[in-house]
């Protein structure tokens, strides 16, 4: 749970410009901690894999690898982007799992492999959400498996409320929702989406790192309403 907690409080965090970056060389490489990911957006019909080095934890240093260290997605190289401090491919088709593999300094490499467990969209059948009422909302997809979990995030069309509702049950396929977890979200037309996440085990240094994959659905615009 905490661990989860941490994935989507820091998520845009961890690949903000820092105000301190360095070279890799400049630090011990058993102190690196690495960030695998492998994202899939249905609306962009687009792939990311991303990686990104940080000195001793998540909130560190960003890293730029030494010209003689080498990460390779799917054994081929990754470019590095400068503004965001990470190593990134994009890929315009829906890429279900990577490889990745990092050699550091002292010549240790570092395999991990990414997958995606399945797509989750929103129902086509749905089309209302009651805001007073118990109520179920299902995904087209798979039932949740171990180490996983969905957010189901909704928002007014304005963009100035939002709402964030979790489901991680092992063997379910949607969300019960009670009349007080929409109650922040006015009447009217809403805009929502799932994203299923995936955490991995990473084979990295001892001062570790994430792993994980994100399937984020098409978003989907709902009326949500009152029954009375």
């Avoid at 249905?42 to 030494?66: D, I, M, P, W, Y």
């Avoid at 890929?91 to 989750?120: A, C, E, G, P, R």
């Avoid at 991995?200 to 994959?213: D, M, Q, R």
Wanted: glycine letters at 6%; hydrophobic letters at 35%; a negative charge.
């Amino acid at each position: 749970m905490k661990m989860r907690y941490f994935l989507i409080g820091f998520m845009l965090v961890l690949f903000l410009v820092s105000c301190r970056k360095e070279n890799s060389e400049l630090v011990k490489q058993e102190e690196i901690w690495t960030d695998y990911r492998l994202i899939y957006k249905a609306e962009l019909e687009t792939t990311f894999a991303r990686v990104s080095f940080k000195h001793n934890s998540g909130e560190g240093e960003n890293l730029k690898l030494s010209s003689k260290s080498m990460v390779l997605l799917n054994n081929n190289p990754i470019e590095f982007d400068g503004t965001y401090y990470w190593y990134e491919k994009v890929m315009n088709k829906y890429v279900k799992t990577v490889d990745f593999s990092y050699t550091d300094l002292d010549d240790n490499q570092f395999k991990n492999t990414i997958f995606i467990q399945d797509s989750t969209e929103i129902s086509p059948s749905q089309d209302t959400l009651f805001k007073d009422s118990v109520q179920f909302i299902g995904w087209d997809g798979s039932s949740l498996k171990s180490s996983e979990f969905v957010l189901l995030v909704a928002y007014d069309t304005s963009g100035a409320k939002l709402n964030v509702i979790e489901q991680d049950t092992v063997g379910t396929s949607g969300f019960y929702l009670v009349n007080s977890e929409l109650n922040s979200l006015p009447t009217g037309l809403v805009d929502v989406h799932f994203e299923r996440w995936k955490s991995f085990a990473i084979n990295g240094t001892k001062a570790g790192g994430l792993s994980y994959s994100q399937y984020i659905s098409k978003p989907k615009r709902l009326k949500l309403v009152e029954k009375d």
